[in-house]
């Protein structure tokens, strides 16, 4: 009788994705942020009450989101290109929704970590942080004194991403605030929708 041979089944080893370490950076930048956020006034009712909820937990939990929850006009090449000229006049725009005390040092460290990022991994950069590619290509050429300078100077543009759709602001906190994380997951998907609406029809 004849020996039924084994068939031999390959072996797919699980591989880490290379850009991993720069979704912790991402999710360590957005919890600094948003308990920056949660201390500020609200004008909206609603979103004033649910930041009033946010502690140090909802603040980890908001900060997962895999898309960097704050912006410096990162879909906007022709200022971030200003923004890198020493002699510039930055171009006008909506103060910062962040208090001054503190926005210094995380502007340097958003950029310093997307200088690190870029110059090894732009696309993930380009992705994770909303960049557009040529204001990418502008942040891994800057020199630190040049980050400094603009940490300093410009730093009042900070804002928080998609501070206009109050849906995504609403479903993100009370996900955060509450337990549910396939909800916190439907947030996640939600973010990489506005992203991606962002790459099909660019900010002007």
């Known amino acids: 009788m004849r020996k039924k041979k084994k068939i031999l089944r390959p072996t797919i080893e699980s591989q880490r994705w290379p850009g991993e370490n720069t979704l912790a950076t991402v999710r360590q930048l957005n919890t600094r942020c948003v308990a920056r956020l949660a201390a500020q006034p609200h004008e909206d009712a609603t979103l004033s009450a649910l930041w009033a909820q946010v502690d140090a937990r909802a603040c980890e939990r908001a900060g997962r989101c895999p898309v960097l929850l704050i912006d410096l006009n990162f ?6 290109q200003r923004a890198s000229q020493r002699s510039a006049v930055p171009l006008p725009d909506g103060a910062s929704a962040l208090d001054t005390e ?20 732009p696309r993930a950069l380009n992705l994770i942080f909303g960049m557009a590619s040529p204001v990418t290509a502008t942040i891994i050429q800057m020199g630190v004194p040049e980050i400094d300078r603009i940490a300093a100077e410009e730093g009042r543009h900070l804002k928080a991403r998609w501070s206009e759709s109050r849906s995504f602001w609403k479903g993100l906190l009370r996900a955060a605030i509450g337990t549910d994380d396939q909800a916190l997951a439907n947030v996640h998907l939600h973010c990489l929708q506005l992203l991606g609406s962002e790459v099909v029809l660019p900010l002007t």
């Open 102 to 121: 503190g926005v210094v040092s995380l502007v340097r460290e958003i950029l310093m970590d997307a200088r690190t990022i870029g110059r090894t991994m």
């Open 75 to 80: 879909q906007r090449p022709e200022w971030r």
